[in-house]
């Protein structure tokens, strides 16, 4: 079993959607969870982060953390043609000296 | 705040041949990272430096990939000699000490063998 496996997608969605992006993760100690957005031959960019099971809000994106079912997803509302870009959720183990364990991504396309 | 920088953009050679990457992080970062990601893959940890000491190096191919952090600021990652394998895009990162605190991209090397 992977540590971590994410939706291959690729995904594609019209303007003004809502997108869902998930990952789930086998390793119980994994105590940090963020989203992270590339965009095409740029370097990955954080977009959220938590800590805490439950959600975090932030303008459009929501995170969600479920530690009992090792499930986190990114919400993404009145998706935008800029949101198009690969999303990566990673990982940071509990005295894990500050190591990101990424999932693949999932390609995300938001059409006009 | 400036980003982390990275040079060459794009770097094409043969294999066998040798390269190497330059990598400036965030002012004031102590913890330097570099990642491996090859097309359609999530970043792959290579190495972690917290200032001038080698934190994490378990997956860095030790016989042909060398990475070195002097005076604890800049740092370069070298491969020698290069395989068609290692055609990948090469990210580094920087943090603040300490557990959890997020990762700063560069926009990385991307590396063609051919």
């Known amino acids: 079993q992977k540590e971590v496996e994410q939706d291959p997608g690729p995904l594609s969605v019209p303007e003004g959607a809502i997108v869902s992006l998930n990952c789930t993760y086998s390793?119980?100690?994994?105590?940090?969870f963020m989203w992270y957005r590339q965009y095409s031959r740029k370097g990955p960019e954080l977009l959220m982060y938590?800590?805490?099971?439950g959600n975090k809000e932030d303008g459009r994106f929501t995170a969600q953390v479920d530690k009992s079912s090792k499930y986190i997803s990114l919400f993404i509302r009145d998706s935008q043609p800029s949101d198009s870009a690969t999303y990566l959720c990673?990982?940071?183990?509990?005295?894990?000296?500050?190591?990101?364990?990424f999932g693949t991504g999932t390609q995300l396309k938001v059409e006009l | 705040e400036a980003g982390v920088a990275q040079s060459p953009r794009y770097k094409i050679i043969e294999k066998r041949q040798s390269v190497a990457f330059w990598c400036n992080p965030i002012?004031?970062?102590?913890?330097l990272y570099w990642y491996q990601q090859i097309l359609g893959q999530g970043p792959k940890l290579l190495i972690q430096?917290?200032?001038?000491?080698?934190?994490?190096d378990s997956q860095l191919p030790k016989d042909r990939f060398s990475a070195e952090r002097l005076k604890g600021v800049d740092s370069t990652l070298k491969i020698q000699p290069a395989k068609l394998e290692d055609s990948a895009v090469y990210l580094c990162?920087?943090?603040?000490?300490?557990?959890?605190?997020?990762?700063?991209f560069g926009n990385g090397t991307r590396l063609t063998v051919t």
């Open positions: 002012s004031g970062h102590a913890t």
């Open positions: 990673a990982f940071i183990l509990t005295g894990g000296g500050n190591k990101l364990t």
């Open positions: 990162a920087s943090s603040s000490s300490g557990q959890g605190t997020p990762l700063h």
């Open positions: 430096f917290q200032n001038n000491g080698v934190v994490d």
């Open positions: 390793n119980s100690a994994f105590q940090y």
């Open positions: 938590t800590y805490s099971s």
